[in-house]
């Protein structure tokens, strides 16, 4: 099975919204409370599955995504200002479901995308400048 998942996360739960590409099924779920041990609980239910995720480089994004690569997931690091912009104008309050979902969305439409680089960002603040200096396009 292929998946393609979008994450919300905060200091205390994280949003997860994913689709089977095989079978167009979405599902959700909530990491309560966000910390390694239970990311990695979920986590252990996509090992062998080819899994892409999509996740904003927030406070706390680093554990996650390494708890995500060691089930083989493809990690993917949205730029919060740039995942703000796309998201446009609300016409509703915002929800943690709806940003995952419009995050996993972003996974979807990689011509119109920009992710950082997890692998090349720096061990400072995700919102520093080296981070962002190595925002990826999608090649294709």
Not at 17 to 34: F, H, K, M, N, Q
């Amino acid at each position: 099975m292929t998946f393609v998942m979008g994450l919300d996360q905060h200091r205390a739960q994280i949003t997860a919204v994913w689709l089977d590409t095989e079978t167009g099924e979405i599902t959700r779920s909530r990491i309560t409370p966000a910390h390694r041990q239970g990311v990695r609980r979920f986590c252990e239910k996509f090992r062998g599955q080819e899994l892409e995720v999509a996740l904003e480089a927030t406070t706390g994004w680093r554990f996650v995504a390494d708890e995500l690569a060691q089930v083989g997931a493809v990690v993917h690091l949205a730029e919060p200002a740039e995942t703000a912009a796309r998201r446009g104008n609300k016409k509703r309050a915002k929800s943690d479901r709806a940003d995952a979902r419009h995050i996993r969305g972003a996974v979807d439409d990689r011509t119109a995308a920009r992710f950082l680089d997890p692998a090349r960002s720096s061990a400072g603040s995700p919102r520093s400048g080296p981070v962002a200096a190595h925002a990826v396009a999608w090649a294709g």
